[in-house]
């Protein structure tokens, strides 16, 4: 099974951008859907959408297009988020699903999550 | 846009069962598989069924998944109180090439 790593805390102000990194240990990333995942404060899990680097193939939820963009090479994904809010403040995870080159979501490896803070 | 409805809150006493539903609105459920995630404060969401009623291993046989009718249901048997948190379904609605949560449900035990 995968291991994934993300990267820190962050800080944002509103307008700013974000960019998240989820580093892969004991496998690639390569033939996988690498998705992200948030949940904002007193919110449910939210799907931001995926990545599937063999094929290059990317997929949204609506509400993010052109917002958003996720990017993978074989150990390393990426989430960028753009024109941040305070509605953005959220922990975000990385996940990997069991099977390759599934957009089903059974994600069984989850990175530890980054909690993202939009604030003046 | 496609949704998927679980009740906000379900509750049961220790060592009985519950069961939380999901219910498909604006696409057809059965066109893709159901899993179904825990999700405790302060952790990563755990995959606890795929497939509508497939267990990956480690997962105890307290949890199930199951169709009825419209919706996806998961149950939980021989409460504890360490299963107290949340839990969402998820799907992926291929028409629309979009993962969809469940608004999730908080079980008190």
């Known amino acids: 099974q995968v291991q994934l790593v993300q990267s820190g805390p962050e800080m944002k102000t509103p307008g700013s951008s974000l960019k998240v990194s989820c580093k892969a240990s004991?496998?690639?990333?390569?033939?996988?859907?690498v998705t992200w995942v948030r949940q904002a404060p007193g919110h449910g899990l939210e799907w931001l959408g995926g990545?599937?680097?063999?094929?290059?193939k990317s997929a949204y939820a609506q509400r993010f297009l052109g917002r958003v963009t996720i990017s993978a090479d074989e150990s390393t994904a990426y989430m960028e988020l753009n024109s941040l809010t305070s509605d953005d403040t959220a922990v975000y995870y990385c996940?990997?699903?069991?099977?390759?080159?599934?957009?089903?979501?059974?994600?069984?490896?989850w990175g530890q999550g980054t909690l993202v803070t939009v604030s003046s | 846009q496609p949704l998927l409805t679980q009740p906000p809150s379900v509750s049961a006493a220790p060592g009985q069962k519950v069961t939380i539903s999901c219910s498909g609105s604006n696409f057809d459920i059965w066109s893709n598989y159901v899993s179904w995630y825990q999700h405790l404060p302060g952790t990563a969401p755990r995959l606890l069924i795929y497939?509508?009623?497939k267990r990956p291993s480690g997962i105890p046989g307290r949890f199930s998944g199951s169709m009825s009718g419209p919706s996806a249901i998961l149950g939980i048997s021989g409460l504890q109180t360490g299963d107290e948190g949340a839990y969402y379904c998820a799907t992926w609605v291929a028409s629309l090439s979009v993962v969809v949560f469940g608004g999730g449900t908080n079980l008190t035990v």
């Open positions: 497939d509508n009623d």
């Open positions: 990545f599937i680097p063999l094929f290059g």
């Open positions: 004991g496998g690639t990333l390569t033939s996988y859907a």
């Open positions: 996940a990997l699903p069991s099977r390759t080159t599934t957009w089903t979501p059974l994600f069984n490896s």
